[in-house]
């Protein structure tokens, strides 16, 4: 009973961020270069605070339920794709704190060309990751 909560919750975790990591990818990111320069700073700084309320959580759940599972059900630790699940969950959280994070803080004092079109093109690892994951979760259960 555990477990299937768990893996259940991890399934809904992952197809939540895939849905919030599209509309960030296709909506948000795309309009950060019609701002305008004067704008910018408090646009994405009530982007960043924004958003962050909506990720971090689910997330750091989403990393608990990880090692719950792999924790809970020994099958796990050797099934390639629970296994897969987790690389692409490390690879989420890489990009997120390893590039996407020094862009924004780049960003964070002004509009960058640079660290807008880095933030834009290495987001779609992060959102494609967060898909895949849903796709092999999905499969788990």
Known sequence: ?????????????A???TGIIFLI???????FAQVGVVNFPAYHAEHVRR????IAIPM??????LFALFYIVPSYRTSSLFISNAIL?????????????PQHNILSQGFDT????????????????????????????
Request: charge should be positive; avoid cysteine; aromatic fraction near 18%.
């Open 51 to 54: 958003t962050t309320s909506i």
């Open 114 to 141: 640079n660290a807008w079109s880095t933030l834009v093109n290495t987001n779609w690892i992060r959102t494609f990751a967060w898909l895949l994951r849903g796709l092999i979760i999905f499969k788990l259960l």
């Open 25 to 31: 990818q296709v909506i948000h990111y795309p309009l």
């Open 1 to 13: 009973m555990e477990q299937n909560f768990l893996l259940k919750t991890h399934f809904a975790l």
């Open 60 to 65: 750091l759940v989403e990393l608990f339920t």
């Open 89 to 101: 969950l490390i690879i989420t959280w890489g990009v997120t704190f390893f590039i996407s994070v």
């Open 15 to 17: 197809f939540y961020m």
